[in-house]
């Protein structure tokens, strides 16, 4: 009870809200944090054993922002950082808060140490960029790209844009085009208006400017109509945009 001492006494969560309940739900949490730094730091002590370590690259990465279901308390932990840690803001959502997380990478002689980027990537961009720095090609198919260039401190191609779409929460889509965000949410109620964020300025998504720059939001619904395509199980369509809807 490492946590719970340091912690202190807490309110337990009673598993009303999803997940398992629990007497000491922030020193809980703490621990498991603190488990899986323990279990990295196994893995790059046995990779230093094998004598593999100097020819391994470790990517450490998260797949969504905090969770809004019981059990976690995100503000204690300040999980959501700059972003507004409230339900429709975080994971499952389209809102950074939901889909931006930090990635960390290490190679020892290869990957500068203390570096940063502020290259844009996505999840779709990991396999291309291992079968990059294995000498392999990705098949030409895939909407990734390599950020192998990055790692190595090199010229980096960067995406024209990046595209999510997600049909649960009412059905979503975003799109990244350089420092403007599209969003469209509630799409399972008809809703086509695209909200429009500039990320540089306004990273928390806390001032829509579509109206005063509608030249930028028709290219991101051009482009939301150009990257969607529809899903082969019916349960994954967003009818408003589903193409095979449209034709009919």
Known sequence: MKYHKIIGEEEPYLGDKGYFPHKYPKAAYAGMINYLDDQVGELIATLKAEGIYENTIIIFTSDNG???????????????????????RTKGFTYE????VPMIASWPGKIKPGSTSEHI???????????????????????????????????????EYLYWEFPEYKGQQA??????????????????????????????????????????????????????????????????????????
């Not at 808060?97 to 931006?100: E, L, P």
């Not at 109206?211 to 990257?227: G, L, N």
């Open 97 to 100: 808060g939901g889909i931006r």
């Open 66 to 88: 905090p969770t809004y279901a019981g059990g976690v308390d995100a503000d204690y932990f300040n999980s959501a950082g700059i972003f507004p840690n409230a339900y429709g």
């Open 175 to 248: 799109v990244r085009m350089g420092d403007y965000k599209g969003i469209r949410k509630n799409m399972f109620e008809g809703n086509l208006v695209i909200e429009l964020y500039n990320l540089k300025n306004d990273p928390a998504e806390t001032t829509d400017i579509s109206k005063s720059m509608p030249e930028i939001t028709e290219e991101i619904a051009a482009i939301m109509k150009i990257a969607h395509e529809d899903a082969e199980l019916p349960n994954f369509r967003i009818p408003v945009i589903n193409k095979s809807i449209e034709k009919d």
């Open 121 to 159: 990537s996505a999840f779709y961009d990991i396999m291309p960029t291992l079968a990059d720095l294995g000498g392999l090609s990705a098949p030409s198919s895939i909407d990734g790209l390599s950020f192998a260039s990055t790692l190595l401190g090199e010229a980096q191609p960067a995406h």
